[in-house]
């Protein structure tokens, strides 16, 4: 799984597309990673822990997100609208594009885009207790010890490739 190292590498035009321009055949999702202490040797990344009673993959921690609503008028829109209702986190900048994290549901196939942000400073993490039961400002030395899928957890160790070469 490639890491995106850039600006240049983020998929601009996907980044803006409106929510009706992409594949109605699949179920569209966003995840964001936001970072803490991103300028020093261990930056901690922001991770939720799932409701107990979430039908996917219950008690998991994964980034912030969720899915691209037909309101939303772009992607990016998806991305900030998510984040703020997960966090209470407002987005400053998309910076950079992780590979996507793909599943099977029972209805559909899922794809999740994983972009970058950088988040205003000094507003604090409060959950939509009805998604989320806990968060936490992870270091890398922590993923493995976290409940996690797979695939997110290739997701959440490229974020991490991606903020040693980029941030």
């Known amino acids: 799984m490639a890491v995106q190292r850039s600006l240049k590498f983020l998929d601009e035009q996907?980044?803006?597309s409106r929510p009706q321009d992409l594949n109605p055949a699949k179920r569209w999702v966003i995840g964001a990673a936001i970072f803490q202490n991103s300028k020093s040797e261990d930056p901690t990344l922001l991770l939720l822990k799932r409701a107990p009673h979430e039908t996917a993959f219950?008690?998991?921690w994964e980034l912030p997100g969720g899915h691209v609503e037909t309101t939303d008028e772009t992607v990016a829109h998806s991305v900030t609208r998510e984040v703020l209702e997960e966090t209470s986190q407002v987005v400053s900048e998309i910076i950079g594009e992780l590979?996507?994290?793909?599943?099977?549901?029972?209805t559909k196939s899922n794809i999740q885009l994983n972009y970058v942000v950088t988040v205003e400073p000094g507003v604090?993490?409060?959950?939509?207790p009805d998604e989320h039961t806990e968060w936490l400002w992870a270091q890398e030395g922590q993923i493995d010890s976290l409940f996690m899928t797979e695939e997110m957890i290739k997701v959440v160790k490229n974020a991490f490739k991606f903020?040693?070469?980029?941030?």
């Open 124 to 128: 604090t993490v409060k959950l939509n």
């Open 163 to 167: 903020a040693a070469q980029s941030l």
């Open 14 to 16: 996907r980044l803006h």
């Open 58 to 60: 219950p008690n998991a």
């Open 99 to 106: 590979e996507p994290m793909t599943w099977e549901s029972k």
